[in-house]
């Protein structure tokens, strides 16, 4: 069974910092892992996916990168703003796909 | 436009009145998945379909069954509410392979008093 951890579970950062959010996964084979936002009461919006074959992804100030043989994927927020305050989901797509349980973001103004 | 749609979106119910909660996609996927969310837990798998007539039980099965006789619809049924079913819904649809995103529908919200 396809165990996801994410930490730290909350993150509390000046504006400006860069963050850095973990991803863990205990099977290797996968297809995909893919990196979601979710505001408090609200649905999940993609933010990257990176491909099992793939090392990183970047869109603008998000970077991710995969390692599949350590089972570790990290989130990098580049000088992060007050909107990037949310809780930040990792998806391992092993067909099941297994979430981990979250890191809460707050970015201090 | 892509999506998965849910319903109801918010909803209370009583103990033991059977309920079905909707998902619909429009992008002919074949894997289909149901999820709860709760406070501390993060989001738990339910039940998937890899396919039409193909289901198979997530990590907290108990309590719900799901059906998957068209493509593009995959019903949640709570068949006997009870109170430890109130949660946050969510289900999701990506095409199979690899590189392909999951689409998630809005959530549900269900209160069973």
């Known amino acids: 069974k396809q165990e996801v951890t994410q930490i730290p579970a909350a993150l509390s950062v000046p504006e400006g910092e860069n963050l850095v959010l973990n991803c863990s996964f205990t099977d290797s084979a996968i297809y995909n892992l893919q990196w979601f936002r979710q505001d408090p009461g609200k649905g999940l919006t993609s933010l990257l996916l990176i491909q099992s074959s793939q090392r990183e992804q970047t869109s603008g100030r998000l970077n991710a990168s995969l390692d599949k043989s350590s089972g570790r994927s990290t989130l990098y927020i580049a000088a992060s703003q007050p909107g990037d305050s949310a809780t930040y989901l990792c998806a391992v797509d092993d067909y099941k796909l297994s979430f981990g349980a979250g890191t809460t973001v707050t970015v201090r103004a | 436009e892509a999506q998965v749609t849910q319903n109801p979106r918010y909803l209370i119910t009583v103990t033991g009145k059977k309920l079905t909660v909707t998902c619909s996609q429009n992008?002919?996927?074949?894997?289909m998945s149901w999820y709860r969310q709760d406070p501390g837990l993060g989001l738990r798998q339910i039940y998937y379909s890899m396919n039409v007539e193909v289901t198979d039980k997530g990590d907290v099965p108990e309590g719900y069954k799901v059906s998957r006789k068209e493509k593009r619809n995959f019903p949640l049924i709570l068949e006997s509410p009870s109170p430890n079913q109130t949660s946050l819904y969510f289900c999701?649809?990506?095409?199979?392979?690899?590189?392909?995103?999951?689409?998630f529908g809005e959530g549900s919200w269900l209160t069973v008093v």
């Open positions: 992008m002919n996927h074949e894997y």
């Open positions: 999701a649809s990506r095409a199979t392979g690899s590189g392909n995103t999951i689409y």
